[in-house]
C-alpha cells in the first residue's frame, strides 16, 4: 500500500558547506531563512496553482546551531487555505551524516498570498486535511490566524494599561554603551537573482538581508561575535521589484542581562533622487552571547537615544514579556501548560489561543472509542499517555447558532446541569472571551464543595465547516483567590463544539481532558456504574429545545 502523502508537501535537504557558513563555521540564520522562505513558497503555489509572495511570517525560536558538513532537511507543507492568503508550516531539522541522528531546529509558520494577473484576485480552493495532524494544524491555522491580527493591539495595550518596568533599572554594570554607537545602515540593490519570476524580491532574502544589519548593530553591543535566538512575528507591507534599492537600518533597541533586542526597518525607493520612500517591513530580532560553554554572557547595559530610543526601549521591554508568553503559552503542547496559568491584560490573546486549540487538538484525535450509547446520548473514551478524555455527542433538533448562544453562557448552565451551583461573571475580557467563577456541588476528599475560575472563549465558524466552539480552561486571578469554604479545582481541557448536520439538525459534542478531581466520576460513568452523563445531557437537549425560541427572537431582533 502507497504511503499517503500530502500533496503540498514539498522537502528540501542541503549540504553545509563553508560559503553558507559565519566565522564560527555555523550556518548562517540568513542562509537558512532563504531556504525556508523557498520550500514554503514552493509549498503555497502547489497548492495555488499560481505565483506567491510572502504576506508574514510568525515567531521562530532557534534551538540549535547547524555546522558546516551536517545536512539541513526542510519539510514546508500548507496548513490551511483561506480566501486569498494561506498559511504553510515549515519544519527544520538537521542530521549528523557520520552518526545518522537528527535534531529539531525551529518550526515556522508563513502566510502566503497567491498573486493573479490584476485586476483579478485569486481564491484559493480549500484543503480538505486528511490526517490527524493535519485536521490539528487546519483547526489551529484559524486560532493562529486571528493571533497574529491582535499582536500589534496587544503590544498597544500592554504598553497603554501596565507600565513594563526595563532589567536595566534591577541590574548594576559598569559598562553601558549609548543606543547609537550601534546603528547600522546598509543599501542593497535588488537584482534579477534576488527576485521571483514575477519581478519580486523574495521574502526570504529581504530577512537575510536584514539578519546581517541585525547582527552588526548587536556586535557593536557586545564587542563579540552573537548568535540569533529569536525572530518576532513580524510582516511584509508592500513587495520590492528588481531595480528597487533596500535600505536596512538596525539599532539595539535594548539590552537585557543575558539578551538583547536588536530592531530592523527596511525601507524601499526606485532611484538614488527620489525623496520619498516605501516601508517594506519591520522586524525584531533577539540575540545572545554565548561562551565557551555554551552559556550566555551578561551583556552591557544600553543607553537609549532620547524621544524615539526611550520609546523603542520601553517596547523592547513589553515585547520580551509578551515573547516569552507568547512561547510559554502557545509553542509548548496544551499538556505542558500548568493548569492554571495566571491571567493578566498581556497574555489574554495567548491563553485564549491556548484554550481554543487544545480542545480542537482534542476534537481532531483519531482513536475515539464508543462507550456508551443510551437514549441517542452517545459517550466514547480517548486513552493516551496520562490522560483519559471523554466525548458526549447528540444530535438534536436545533439550529446550530441558537445552540451555541445558549451553550455559551455559563451563567444558565445550572439550569441543565445539576453538579453546577452557580457561575458568576467576573470579568468581561472581550466579546470572546469571559473568565467566571463556578461554584459546583461536588464534593471534594476534604468534604468541601469545589469551585473554579474558568476562562470562556467562544468562536464561531471560520469557514463552511467549521464548529461553533465554546472552550472552557482554568485560569488565576488576584481578585479570585481560593477559600477556605471551597476546594479550589481545576480544569485542563473541556468545552462543546458545534456543528450544523442540516437544515434542522445539530451535532452536540462536549469534551473533557479529565483532572484528578473529575476522574472518579468519569470513570464511573463510562464503566457504566452510574447513569450521570446520559441524564444530564439529556437536561441539556430539555434546556435547548426549550429556549430556542426565546434566542430565535434575541437573533432577529440584532
Not at 66 to 86: E, L, W
Request: glycine share 4%.
Amino acid at each position: 500500500m502507497e504511503r499517503y502523502r500530502n500533496a503540498t508537501e514539498v522537502q528540501m535537504s542541503q549540504m553545509v558547506l563553508p560559503c553558507h557558513s559565519n566565522y564560527r563555521g555555523e550556518l548562517s540564520i540568513g542562509q537558512l531563512l532563504k531556504w525556508i522562505d523557498t520550500a514554503a513558497c514552493l509549498s503555497a503555489e502547489r497548492h495555488a496553482g499560481c505565483p506567491c509572495v510572502t504576506a508574514s511570517v510568525d515567531d521562530i525560536y532557534f534551538e540549535h546551531t547547524i555546522s558546516v558538513g551536517q545536512v539541513v532537511n526542510i519539510k514546508a507543507k500548507v496548513n490551511r487555505a483561506f480566501n486569498s492568503s494561506m498559511e504553510v508550516g515549515v519544519q527544520v531539522s538537521y542530521e549528523d551524516i557520520c552518526c545518522g541522528k537528527q535534531w529539531n531546529v525551529c518550526k515556522a509558520y508563513a502566510t502566503f498570498v497567491a498573486q493573479g494577473k490584476l485586476p483579478t484576485k485569486i481564491k484559493l480552493k480549500p484543503l480538505v486535511p486528511q490526517t490527524e495532524e493535519e485536521k490539528i494544524e487546519y483547526s489551529i491555522a484559524a486560532e493562529r490566524r486571528r493571533m497574529r491580527l491582535a499582536h500589534t493591539d496587544t503590544i498597544k495595550d500592554l504598553l497603554t494599561n501596565s507600565p513594563v518596568q526595563s532589567e536595566g533599572e534591577n541590574r548594576e554594570c559598569s559598562t553601558v554603551v549609548p543606543a547609537e554607537q550601534t546603528r547600522v545602515e546598509s543599501v542593497e540593490l535588488i537584482l534579477p537573482p534576488h527576485a521571483n519570476h514575477q519581478g519580486n524580491t523574495f521574502g526570504g532574502q529581504i530577512m537575510a538581508w536584514m539578519e546581517n544589519v541585525a547582527t552588526i548593530a548587536a556586535s557593536r553591543l557586545c564587542h563579540a561575535h552573537p548568535t540569533l535566538k529569536t525572530i518576532e512575528m513580524f510582516h511584509f507591507r508592500g513587495p520590492s521589484q528588481v531595480g528597487d534599492r533596500l535600505l536596512f537600518k538596525a539599532i539595539v533597541n535594548n539590552a537585557f542581562k543575558n539578551s538583547m533586542e536588536v530592531g530592523v526597518c527596511v525601507e524601499a525607493y526606485r532611484h538614488e533622487m527620489e525623496v520619498s520612500r516605501r516601508h517594506i517591513n519591520s522586524a525584531f530580532m533577539t540575540f545572545v552571547v554565548l561562551n565557551g560553554d555554551g552559556q550566555p554572557c551578561t551583556l552591557p547595559m544600553l543607553k537609549p537615544e532620547p524621544g524615539d530610543g526611550e520609546r523603542r526601549f520601553k517596547e523592547a521591554s513589553a515585547r520580551k514579556k509578551i515573547r516569552l508568553d507568547r512561547k510559554y503559552v502557545t509553542s509548548c503542547k496544551h499538556t505542558e501548560v500548568p493548569l492554571s496559568v495566571p491571567w493578566d491584560q498581556s497574555n489574554k490573546v495567548y491563553l485564549s489561543y491556548n484554550n481554543v486549540s487544545a480542545l480542537k487538538t482534542l476534537v481532531a484525535k483519531a482513536n475515539w472509542v464508543l462507550a456508551s450509547e443510551r437514549d441517542k446520548v452517545k459517550i466514547y473514551m480517548l486513552e493516551e499517555d496520562k490522560f483519559l478524555s471523554i466525548r458526549i455527542e447528540m444530535t438534536i433538533s436545533i439550529d446550530a447558532t441558537q445552540a451555541f448562544l445558549l451553550l455559551s453562557d455559563m451563567g444558565r448552565r445550572h439550569e441543565w446541569d445539576e453538579h453546577y451551583v452557580c457561575a458568576e461573571l467576573v470579568q468581561q475580557v472581550d466579546k470572546d472571551d469571559m473568565i467566571y467563577h463556578v461554584i459546583s456541588r461536588t464534593i471534594s476528599e476534604e468534604n468541601k464543595p469545589q469551585d473554579f475560575v474558568i476562562l470562556a472563549s467562544q468562536r464561531k465558524p471560520c469557514s463552511k465547516g467549521d464548529p461553533y466552539v465554546v472552550a472552557f480552561r482554568s485560569v488565576t486571578l488576584p481578585t479570585q483567590p481560593a477559600k477556605p469554604e471551597y476546594t479550589r479545582g481545576e480544569i485542563l481541557c473541556s468545552g462543546f463544539c458545534i456543528w450544523q448536520e442540516t437544515e434542522e439538525l445539530t451535532k452536540v459534542s462536549y469534551y473533557n481532558q479529565a483532572t484528578p478531581g473529575v476522574l472518579a466520576y468519569i470513570t464511573t460513568n463510562i464503566a457504566g456504574l452510574s447513569s450521570s452523563f446520559h441524564s444530564t445531557f439529556q437536561a441539556c437537549e430539555q434546556f435547548l429545545q426549550k429556549h430556542k425560541e426565546d434566542v430565535s427572537v434575541r437573533l432577529q431582533n440584532l
